[in-house]
């Protein structure tokens, strides 16, 4: 599993309008990549043909345990 980081806040307070699954999702992608690059593998292309156990160190990485 990646390690996490402290759970300070990125900010103070932030107007209710921030979509925060928004971030959530693309942080997911930008680490789902990044992991990717680290096994040298393609990148995802949107036709199901995703890394797994990528996927699920990613999963794990938001929580989803």
């Known amino acids: ?21 928004a971030f959530r999702a693309k942080y997911a992608s930008n680490l789902y990549d990044e992991l990717l690059e680290k096994k040298e593998l393609p990148k995802s292309d949107f036709y199901g043909k995703e890394d797994k156990s990528t996927v699920c160190l990613v999963s794990q990485n ?3 345990e």
């Open 1 to 21: 599993m990646i390690e996490k980081g402290n759970s300070c806040r990125l900010f103070d307070k932030y107007a209710s309008r921030i979509d925060n699954h």
């Open 62 to 64: 938001l929580g989803h």
